[in-house]
């Protein structure tokens, strides 16, 4: 199975979700809100140093990356700290594609 950021991103909201419970230590929306607040996760799956939240909620350092279907197998091509191949360039046409 082939992960995409549909599958890393509702992972790591539900880490999120998960961690802030634990640390709120209930189930009230104010404790529940704080705690999400001060999330700082830095195990997470996502390219970037973790998951923290500026004061508008954006967890602003948050890195994109660049993906190529090759094959039916999705390849990470950049950044190329996170990048198992390198990116083929210009990728051969879809039907042209193994």
Do not use: C
């Not at 992960?3 to 709120?24: G, I, M, P, S």
């Not at 140093?49 to 190529?68: M, R, T, V, Y």
Request: proline share 6%.
């Amino acid at each position: 199975m082939n992960l995409n950021t549909n599958h890393v991103y509702t992972f790591e909201a539900l880490l999120v979700a998960a961690d802030a419970y634990k640390r709120a230590r209930s189930g009230d929306p104010k404790a529940l809100a704080d705690a999400v607040r001060s999330t700082n996760i830095t195990n997470n799956v996502s390219p970037g140093p973790g998951i923290q939240f500026n004061e508008k909620g954006q967890n602003d350092k948050l890195k994109n990356s660049a993906i190529q279907n090759r094959g039916g197998k999705l390849m990470t091509v950049a950044p190329k700290v996170a990048a198992n191949a390198k990116v083929e360039w210009p990728l051969k046409p879809y039907d042209k594609r193994g």
